[in-house]
C-alpha cells in the first residue's frame, strides 16, 4: 500500500515548549490528511482534517491555537503543539487520503509517541 | 452523533477457537464500515472493509443494519492474530473509531 512518513517517531519536550510534527505522503499527493489523538488504552480521536492550500478544520473541543496544522504541499502536513503542557502529552497519528486509489483509501503514519515533562 | 462501541476491551481465546469481535455502530443511514488492524509495534492499517465483502485473513465482517452491527469473526484463531482490533465507521470521509478491542491467542 501508499506508505505515510510520520516524524519525529517520538519526542520529549518540556512544559512550555513547541513541537512541530510531519506527516508525509511519500509515493502519492495527498489532498486531505487526518490528525489523530490517542491516550493510553483509548481510541483514536480525530482531532482536525487538513485540506491542502487552505484552513484545517478542527473538531469540536480541540483548540486551533493551541494546536497549529499547516498542509503547505500536496505531500506535507505539519501539526505544532504550542506551549505544550503535560495533559498534551500522547500518541499523535496522522493519516493520508489517496483518492485515486481504487482500494484502501486512507493511509496512516506510524505516529509520534509526545511527552511532556 | 455518530458513535462506533466496541463492548470488549479485551478478548483472550486459545488457538484454533472461533473469533468475534463486536462492533456496534450508530448511523440511521448507509454506513461505511471498516476494520483496523494495530500489530504490535506496528501503524495502524485496514483489515477488511465492508464493501468489499472479502475475506483477509480469514477474517470476515457482515453489516447487519438490523442490529446496526459489524462484528468481525475468525472461525480458528491464529497466535499471529493477536493485535489490536477497531472498528470504524466513514462520517463524510472521516472515521470515526471505536475504542478497540485487543485480541490475545494463546498457544
Known amino acids: 500500500g501508499a506508505v505515510v512518513s510520520q516524524h519525529p517517531s517520538w519526542v520529549i519536550c518540556k512544559s512550555g515548549t513547541s513541537v512541530k510534527i510531519e506527516c508525509r505522503s511519500l509515493?502519492?499527493?495527498?489532498?486531505?490528511m487526518f490528525w489523530y489523538r490517542q491516550f493510553p488504552k483509548q481510541s483514536l480521536m480525530l482531532m482536525a482534517t487538513?485540506?491542502?492550500?487552505?484552513?484545517?478544520?478542527?473538531e469540536q473541543g480541540v483548540e486551533k491555537d493551541k494546536f497549529l496544522i499547516n498542509h503547505a504541499s500536496l505531500t506535507l502536513s505539519t501539526l505544532t503543539v504550542t506551549s505544550a503542557h503535560p495533559e498534551d502529552s500522547s500518541f499523535y497519528i496522522c493519516?493520508?487520503?489517496?483518492?485515486?486509489?481504487?482500494?484502501?483509501?486512507?493511509?496512516f503514519g506510524s505516529g509520534t509517541q509526545l511527552s511532556v515533562l | 452523533a455518530q458513535r462506533v462501541t466496541q463492548p470488549e476491551k479485551l478478548l483472550s481465546v486459545f488457538k484454533g477457537a472461533p473469533v468475534e469481535l463486536k462492533c456496534n455502530y450508530s448511523?440511521?443511514?448507509?454506513?461505511?464500515l471498516f476494520w483496523y488492524v494495530q500489530y504490535s509495534r506496528q501503524r495502524l492499517q485496514l483489515l477488511l472493509r465492508?464493501?468489499s465483502r472479502e475475506s483477509i485473513k480469514g477474517f470476515t465482517a457482515d453489516l447487519n443494519k438490523g442490529e446496526t452491527s459489524f462484528h468481525l469473526k475468525k472461525p480458528f484463531a491464529q497466535e499471529e492474530d493477536s493485535a489490536m482490533y477497531y472498528c470504524?465507521?466513514?462520517?463524510?470521509?472521516?472515521?470515526?473509531f471505536g475504542t478497540g478491542t485487543r485480541l490475545q491467542v494463546f498457544p
Open positions: 470504524a465507521q466513514n462520517n463524510t470521509d472521516k472515521l470515526i
Open positions: 487538513s485540506n491542502e492550500g487552505s484552513k484545517a478544520t478542527y
Open positions: 493519516s493520508a487520503t489517496d483518492y485515486y486509489r481504487a482500494d484502501e483509501k486512507l493511509f
Open positions: 509515493d502519492f499527493q495527498a489532498t486531505t
Open positions: 448511523y440511521s443511514g448507509s454506513p461505511e
Open positions: 465492508h464493501i
